[in-house]
């Protein structure tokens, strides 16, 4: 079925639930499910998307999922008892934000939200100290009739329970971990007993494995998330929208804004195309015009259904007459190839990025390829919590490159070989690919597969 005719039916499906007046929940459509692949389909189909109701449905049960399974796990494996959280209006500190539901746009006012573990087994507390509530997610605590100070509620919360640690997001390293603001730091402090400030210990940890952890309903739907962004593309580097010649790189960058606003999707990040092209020393970028006989380079990502995806790929557009790519260029492509698989070699869980960068690049170097390296975690950021793999302005071990890689988690597999093309008088290239993988504990998968051949772009005769 073609992507207009699943669309309309979509449409007509909703307006019948509408028109018979039946419950919206028992007529929710789902997300389309694809299964992990190796090589990323070429110039794919785009997936049919939910409507917003259905999209919304899709979030929240996977919400009460990570709620219900993340939660309990993190807590008693980083042995804390009690985090607290907390959030301003359109202040939102990451971790927050995630644990709103679909209808909650915002924290309105000052969100805080208690995690307890009352130890033996039993169910987490999951409360929520503020005056709206969070679809059914936690339980409210909070009275202001009877207690007007919201932190003094707080602290009676925690003083009932006597936890023995209570985190809370601080940290000097990541932005994930540390939301808690000065200001609602003093607040909370003053109104917490002084025995209990001894307890307090930094939620960092917490906040990353909160973020970085993939549950299954997650991990099933992740691949229809990537297809959308690879149907994009594909559809970006193609004569649908770039005529060499005429179409300039800002042209194909604003197409993807203004498709994404059409489809109702998001952009986590501006589109990027760049140019490489025989004789120039630099990416060409902005004005210039898409002429036959370039290497074009994109940089896409969206976020659908609260994951994120980060893809990058190449594509050439013929000269006339051509009707394959020169062959420099497509062992430009494969050795970057080859660095991708170096590098999901190594991923291990409990190693630390660091590591796993330096024994990816000392392979890679040792087989004659030229990389450069940096791979990060991926979900529901782009730029996602976890340890970095690398930075394209820092081949050396880093403290973002510290922590431990952990399983379930996805990972945007982000790096660069540099070739020389004979072809182009001996050129050095930049082969950058970027391609969507999630980590089992044992394994790395390509979630919608990678692009192995060049994209080709027509041009005239």
């Known amino acids: 079925m073609s992507y207009l005719k699943t669309s309309l039916a979509l449409a007509l499906t909703a307006t019948l639930v509408l028109l018979s007046g039946a419950p919206a929940l028992a007529q929710t459509l789902s997300p389309p499910v694809y299964p992990m692949r190796d090589t990323a389909p070429v110039q794919p189909e785009l997936p049919p998307l ?27 494996e980083e042995g804390v008892s009690l985090w607290v959280l907390m959030a301003r209006e359109y202040f939102e500190e990451p971790v927050v934000e995630s644990m709103l539901d679909a209808r909650s746009m915002a924290a309105r006012r000052r969100t805080i939200l208690i995690f307890f573990d009352p130890g033996e087994g039993q169910p987490i507390e999951r409360l929520t100290v503020s005056r709206y509530g969070l679809a059914g997610l936690f339980e409210p605590s909070w009275d202001p009739e009877a207690e007007p100070d919201q932190w003094q509620a707080v602290a009676d919360i925690i ?5 023995a640690t209570i985190a809370i997001n601080v940290s000097d390293l990541t932005a994930f971990g540390d939301g808690m603001t000065l200001s609602q730091h003093r607040l909370l402090m003053n109104a917490l007993p002084a025995e209990y400030h001894a307890r ?101 990502g969206i976020t659908y259904l609260r994951l994120s995806t980060d893809t990058q790929h190449l594509a050439y557009v013929l000269k006339p007459g051509e009707t394959a ?34 024994a990816a690049r000392a392979q890679a170097i040792a087989e004659g390829l030229d990389p450069s390296i940096y791979t990060h975690p991926i979900g529901t950021h782009g730029h996602g919590a976890g340890p970095a793999i690398g930075f ?40 950058r690919t970027e391609e969507d993988a999630f980590f ?17 772009i027509q041009s005239g005769e």
């Open 440 to 456: 089992d504990g044992q394994t790395v998968r390509f979630l919608d597969g990678r692009q192995t051949e060049l994209t080709l």
């Open 50 to 76: 939910l409507p917003l109701r259905d999209r919304a449905a899709v979030i929240d049960r996977i919400l009460e999922e990570r709620l219900d399974t993340i939660i309990p796990q993190i807590m008693r």
């Open 200 to 300: 307090i210990v930094s939620g960092e940890t917490l906040a990353i494995r909160w973020l970085e952890t993939r549950t299954p309903s997650e991990v099933e739907i992740y691949p229809g998330v990537v297809r959308i962004a690879h149907a994009l593309i594909g559809r970006a580097l193609s004569n649908a929208v770039i005529t060499p010649g005429v179409t300039t790189a800002d042209d194909v960058v604003w197409w993807y804004r203004e498709e994404l606003s059409r489809l109702g999707l998001t952009p986590w990040f501006h589109p990027s195309i760049g140019i490489q092209r025989e004789g120039a020393d630099a990416m060409l970028r902005g004005d210039t015009v898409i002429e036959p006989g370039d290497l074009v380079w994109t940089d896409f």
């Open 392 to 431: 394209w302005d820092n081949q050396n071990p880093d403290p973002r490159g510290a922590g431990a890689i952990n399983p379930n988690t996805a990972w945007a597999i982000e790096l660069t070989s540099y070739s020389a093309v004979p072809e182009w008088g001996g050129q050095r290239v930049d082969f």
């Open 159 to 163: 003083t009932a329970r006597d936890p």
């Open 325 to 358: 790519a020169p062959e420099g260029l497509r062992q430009g492509l494969a050795a970057s190839n080859r660095v991708q698989d170096i590098l999901i070699s190594h991923f291990e869980t409990g190693l630390s990025g660091n590591e796993v960068l330096a």
